[in-house]
């Protein structure tokens, strides 16, 4: 496989995608006509026996051709104008026979693979070397060498905007060499590996990263908050919810190429096989175009994904867009608590068309309120929780309180008992010494 190297995509080609005119493309077919593959006219030119100046001669046309279909000047860009009748001889533009027979299939596919991948890593589109791109032109737009269907690299073409992009590769091969290199223009719905979460600046001082200010909260009777507490902990009956969702032919291409891209990379690995097939619905498989339906059954086939096959066979619809619904059984809430209708609509904010402006007004108001709703039940938790921890102090300070009266009252009658029976031995004492001197006298 063809290297690609990070330095090479650093500087960004600015130029934008211009899209084929069609009424032109069939003028300029028409002009080398007698160059076409599968054309029948007397003035056919036979491809297969041709001198070497006879080849030179009819690539520069070609090559011309292909120049005037940008509408670029080869004397304007002579080193590859150059280049590009020198990659048409090399790879035998004129005697393809099939797309994928041509000389310069190979060459194309492997750059092309780079391409895409670069386009999916740095999330923006790369061009492919100016003498690829044109030499593709040659064989596939005025040869018109066909393909016997979408292959991998018309697929790739069409996805990454090869054609579109083609001027540019032209106008930048002097300066930046036959390499690939990468635009400033950015893919579309392309999303980050990682992206470092920040706080949207419409939130102003809402925004998540402030600290939450406690306001005053006058504190509610005892038995109500009880009754909040255990009116919220009592089981409610489950609902069963119904979530209508659409994809569009768009978003599934988004998804599935790079999958597609990293399979033809790997050589059908196991890995990828498993990572596409797991990336796949049959939501997605339905709104795909027929060339890629086709692309995933013969992949899953020979891959023995066997459930993506029966989907990309049954998927005969040329659809663009699907809708389905989907149901969900979730624990009951009760209705008159606003708050879930508030998470509710931002939960269906990514199933929803809406523009940048409702969706930041919609979170904007949808975290306000949460942030009140959190900050009231805080304050109610703690002021319940005061009470509640504040009466089992007392009662355990009461009962703490009887306890040692009653031992203080324990000591006090022991203390007592000791004194009374101390008192008693020692007056038993003096009487007994009485009686003994008495004897005595």
């Not at 005037?68 to 790879?91: N, T, W």
């Not at 200010?213 to 409610?236: C, N, W, Y």
């Given at each position: 496989m063809a290297k690609h190297h990070e330095d090479d995509s650093m500087i960004e080609v600015s130029d934008p995608p211009i899209g084929w005119d069609e009424g032109e493309l069939t003028r300029i077919q028409e002009e080398y006509k007698t160059l076409q593959k599968d054309y029948k006219g007397v003035d056919a030119i036979d491809t297969r026996n041709l001198s070497e100046t006879e080849q030179r001669e009819y690539c520069r046309q070609l090559v011309q051709g292909?120049?005037?279909?940008?509408?670029?000047?080869?004397?304007?860009?002579?080193?590859?104008?150059?280049?590009?009748?020198?990659?048409?001889?090399?790879?035998?533009?004129?005697?393809?026979?099939?797309w994928s027979r041509w000389g310069g299939y190979r060459d194309v596919i492997l750059k092309i693979r780079d391409m895409a991948y670069l386009s999916e890593l740095h999330g923006k589109y790369h061009i492919l070397p100016a003498t690829s791109v044109v030499a593709s032109i040659v064989v596939k737009g005025l040869r018109k060498v066909k393909t016997g269907g979408v292959d991998e690299i018309t697929f790739?073409?069409?996805?990454?905007?090869?054609?579109?992009?083609?001027?540019?590769?032209?106008?930048?091969?002097?300066?930046?060499?036959?390499?690939?290199?990468?635009?400033?223009?950015?893919?579309?719905?392309?999303?980050?590996?990682?992206?470092?979460?920040?706080?949207?600046?419409?939130?102003?001082g809402m925004g998540l990263?402030?600290?939450?200010?406690?306001?005053?909260?006058?504190?509610?009777?005892?038995?109500?908050?009880?009754?909040?507490?255990?009116?919220?902990?009592?089981?409610?009956?489950?609902?069963?919810?119904?979530?209508?969702?659409?994809?569009?032919?768009?978003?599934?291409?988004?998804?599935?190429?790079?999958?597609?891209?990293?399979?033809?990379?790997?050589?059908?690995?196991?890995?990828?096989?498993?990572?596409?097939?797991?990336?796949?619905?049959?939501?997605?498989?339905?709104?795909?175009?027929?060339?890629?339906?086709?692309?995933?059954?013969?992949?899953?086939?020979?891959?023995?994904?066997?459930?993506?096959?029966?989907?990309?066979?049954e998927a005969t619809e040329d659809l663009e867009t699907y809708e389905w619904g989907e149901t969900q059984v979730v624990q009951g809430r009760p209705a008159a608590e606003p708050i879930y209708a508030v998470i509710n609509e931002l939960e269906q904010?990514?199933?929803?068309?809406?523009?940048?402006?409702?969706?930041?007004?919609?979170?904007?108001?949808?975290?306000?309120?949460?942030?009140?709703?959190?900050?009231?039940?805080?304050?109610?938790?703690?002021?319940?929780?005061?009470?509640?921890?504040?009466?089992e102090l007392l009662e355990r300070q009461a009962a703490i309180a009887t306890d040692v009266s009653f031992i203080r009252r324990s000591f006090e009658e022991n203390d007592e008992r000791y004194w009374k029976k101390r008192r008693a031995n020692m007056e038993n004492a003096a009487n007994n010494d009485g009686a003994q001197t008495n004897w005595l006298l």
């Open positions: 292909a120049f005037q279909l940008l509408h670029l000047r080869p004397e304007d860009y002579p080193d590859c104008f150059e280049a590009c009748i020198r990659k048409c001889l090399i790879s035998h533009a004129l005697q393809a026979p099939a790739l073409m069409m996805r990454y905007k090869v054609f579109e992009f083609a001027h540019a590769s032209v106008k930048h091969f002097n300066g930046r060499g036959n390499k690939i290199t990468r635009t400033k223009h950015a893919l579309p719905n392309w999303k980050p590996k990682a992206v470092k979460a920040e706080t949207p600046s419409c939130f102003g990263s402030q600290p939450i200010l406690h306001r005053p909260f006058e504190m509610e009777d005892t038995k109500s908050q009880a009754g909040i507490v255990l009116k919220s902990q009592m089981p409610l009956p489950s609902v069963t919810i119904t979530t209508t969702k659409k994809i569009t032919r768009e978003q599934a291409v988004d998804l599935v190429v790079p999958h597609m891209v990293k399979i033809t990379r790997e050589l059908w690995s196991t890995t990828a096989n498993d990572e596409c097939a797991a990336a796949l619905t049959k939501e997605i498989v339905i709104v795909l175009p027929p060339a890629v339906k086709e692309w995933l059954e013969m992949w899953s086939r020979q891959a023995g994904k066997q459930e993506v096959e029966v989907w990309a066979r904010l990514h199933n929803e068309n809406v523009t940048s402006i409702a969706a930041s007004y919609k979170l904007h108001h949808g975290t306000a309120m949460i942030r009140q709703y959190i900050m009231g039940m805080e304050e109610k938790w703690k002021a319940w929780a005061y009470k509640e921890v504040s009466k």
